[in-house]
């Protein structure tokens, strides 16, 4: 049993703002805070006490914001931008190296891992 926001399933007894922050992607610990406060949920607040017009407030703040295939398709469209116009960032990208000044004598395999054509299947 959960409660649905955005079309996700959360825990009945999760907090709101930790719900959030885990399940939706986009939202982090911070920005779920700031939704919470924003609609007017206390910080000690769990799932299953939010009313429904909670949740519909809750809906309309994260549709509001940039969040899910629309945050993964633009970060996606960044990267082939910057392969497009040849930057380094780009071309680290292109051969799946760290991007942002690490070393790569040791510990690149989480780069290699993540930096391929594809970052996130929208």
């Known amino acids: 049993m959960g409660v649905h926001i955005f079309g996700k399933n959360m825990k009945h007894s999760a907090l709101v703002h930790l719900g959030l922050a885990k399940s939706i992607f986009g939202i982090g610990p911070q920005t779920a805070q700031k939704i919470c406060a924003k609609v007017g949920i206390y910080p000690q607040m769990r ?20 969040v899910e295939g629309h ?45 391929k054509l594809i970052r996130f299947q929208v």
Do not use: F, W
């Not at 799932?47 to 940039?66: F, R």
């Not at 993964?72 to 990208?93: M, P, T």
């Open 47 to 66: 799932m299953n006490e939010l009313s429904e017009p909670q949740v519909m407030e809750i809906n309309k703040e994260v549709s509001q914001m940039l």
């Open 71 to 115: 945050l993964k398709q633009k970060i996606n469209n960044d990267i082939k931008l910057k392969k497009n116009i040849g930057s380094y960032v780009g071309n680290r990208h292109a051969l799946g190296l760290p991007v942002r000044g690490q070393k790569t004598r040791n510990n690149a395999n989480t780069a290699r891992r993540l930096n």
